[in-house]
Structures are given as C-alpha cells and as structure tokens.
C-alpha cells in the first residue's frame, strides 16, 4: 500500500510540474511569439489557433501542430526551428535557440496543457462566422438572374446564337428540374413524382 502511495505522489507531483512548467513559461512564451498570428483575438492563419489545446491538437492547414511526446514528429517544432524553407514560424526571424528548447522539451513531456477553449473564443469565432456570411450573401451566385442586356455576356452570346440562326434551348419543365435535382444531390432518381409536388417545394 506503501508503495502505492509513493509512486500516487511521484505521478501527481510531475503531473503538478508540468502544469506548472505550461503556465509559467509555455502560455507565456505563445502569447509573446504566436498569438499575433494564431489566436481568435488576433488572426488564425492557416487554420492554426494556438490560444487553445483543442486548437493545437486539431491543427490548420497541414494538420496537427503537436505530436505530444515527439517534438521531432511535430510541426509545431519543425516550423520554429526553420528546418522547412516554406514552413518558418515566424517566417522572419527565428526564435532564440532557449526557446525553442523550452517548447521541445514541453512536447517531449507530452504537451501538457491545462486550458480549454474559453467562452468568448467560441463567440468570436461565431461572430466571425456571421460577418463572412453576410459578405456571402452578396455573391453574385446568389443573386436572381436578370434579363439579359446588350452589354453582358449573356446578350453577346444571344446575338451570336440569333446570327447563326440558332434558338435557346426551352426552361425545363418542373418534373426535369427536379429529377436533375436528384440526381446532382443523391445519384439517384427522384422518390416523389406526384406532379402537384412543386419543385420549391421539393428543393426544401
């Protein structure tokens, strides 16, 4: 019972240190040297967010940042230490070699990281959602179409059609449209025929 008490203590108090060794110079060290460009307080580019564990552990663009346990396998490490022409974090200059031991030697410990994504991250990251969509809405893919002019595209190809004598092809019928519908979404031929069905309808 003795003994397994003793190693409770030893596994608790490294557990205790390297959550120490996390707040008082890994959170410190992101915060100085990443947040800038990875952070929702600032800007996540690549995809990277620093500023949590899930953030790290999902990784951006070329996958997870941390390998916990292997800094050699993680590009988080890879990228500070430059050996990566196009990977170089910062790109411009290089982190002091005490740092980039500090943030090996924390991967080597298996990256312990006590954070969870706080609250406001999760609002900030909506919010930056919802101001992307409103840009969105004003694609001109969603906007209805509109009768074609003399000066658009769509006039310049009706005049070359009518020159040559050709004639544009009828608006398909509902029952067509929706079977293409089908098709485009499922593979398959569509489940509903009735014909009262309308094709807004079917869309929803």
Same mark, same amino acid.
């Given at each position: 019972m003795k003994r397994l008490v003793s190693i409770f203590v030893i596994v608790s108090g490294s557990i205790a240190s390297a959550d120490d060794l996390f707040s008082s110079k890994i959170e410190?060290?992101? &915060?100085?040297?990443c947040f800038e460009c990875h952070s929702h307080e600032h800007k996540i580019k690549g995809g990277l967010a620093l /500023?949590?564990?899930s953030g790290w552990e999902k990784g951006g663009e070329s996958g997870p940042a941390i390998v916990p346990g292997k800094p050699e396998a993680s590009l988080l490490i890879q990228a500070v230490s430059h050996v990566e022409k196009d990977l170089k974090m910062p790109?411009? &200059?290089m982190l002091p070699a005490s740092e980039i031991a500090l943030l090996t030697e924390w991967v080597r410990q298996g990256a312990? /990281?006590?954070?969870?994504a706080a609250q406001s991250t999760a609002l900030a990251a909506d919010d930056a959602w919802e101001v992307e969509f409103q840009k969105r809405l004003d694609w001109w893919s969603l906007k209805p179409m509109r009768p074609a002019t003399n000066g658009s595209v769509d006039g310049f190809i009706q005049a070359a059609q009518k020159a040559a004598g050709l004639e544009m092809t009828?608006?398909?019928s509902p029952e067509v449209l929706r079977r293409r519908l089908s098709f485009v979404l499922t593979g398959l031929p569509p489940s509903i025929n009735r014909s009262?069905?309308?094709y807004e309808s079917y869309v929803d």
């Open positions: 410190p060290l992101l &915060k100085q040297r /500023d949590s564990k790109p411009k &200059k312990p /990281d006590p954070r969870v009828p608006q398909a009262d069905t309308s």
